[in-house]
């Protein structure tokens, strides 16, 4: 059994920065690529980021409109993914998930992952 359990959301002004972690647990070994993804009320989940855990470990990829402002990494020893997120925008104010997926390949779309945890909400003040 998996879990993904997200942290680390909040309220910030508008310029500032947040770092959102997600702990995995159970059956990571099955895992080869995970993600961030946001949603607004009302609209449909988005791909925000992901990388790769294979021997291409370290692969990123990025939406345009985050691209040089958001950091997607992990630390294999803690099981952990992060989103380092700097000059957030209000129209980053979403849910955020962690999610992941196995082989073979790594989007940033919704349809391929497997396994989501349940959220956490930032709000980026104007």
């Known amino acids: 059994q998996v879990q993904l359990v997200e942290s680390g959301g909040g309220s910030v002004q508008a310029g500032g920065s947040l770092r959102l972690s997600c702990a995995a647990s159970?059956?990571?070994?099955?895992?080869?690529?995970m993600g961030w993804f946001r949603q607004v009320p009302g609209k449909e989940r988005e791909g925000v980021a992901a990388?790769?855990?294979?021997?291409?470990?370290?692969?990123?990829s990025y939406r345009d409109s985050v691209k040089g402002r958001f950091t997607i990494s992990t630390d294999n020893a803690k099981n952990t993914l992060y989103l380092q997120m700097n000059s957030l925008k209000p129209e980053d104010t979403a849910m955020y998930y962690c999610?992941?997926?196995?082989?073979?390949?790594?989007?940033?779309?919704?349809?391929?992952?497997?396994?989501w945890g349940q959220g956490t909400p930032v709000t980026v003040a104007s």
């Open positions: 159970g059956n990571t070994y099955t895992f080869w690529c």
């Open positions: 990388i790769r855990l294979d021997g291409a470990r370290g692969t990123t």
């Open positions: 999610a992941a997926k196995g082989r073979w390949s790594c989007p940033t779309v919704v349809s391929e992952y497997n396994y």
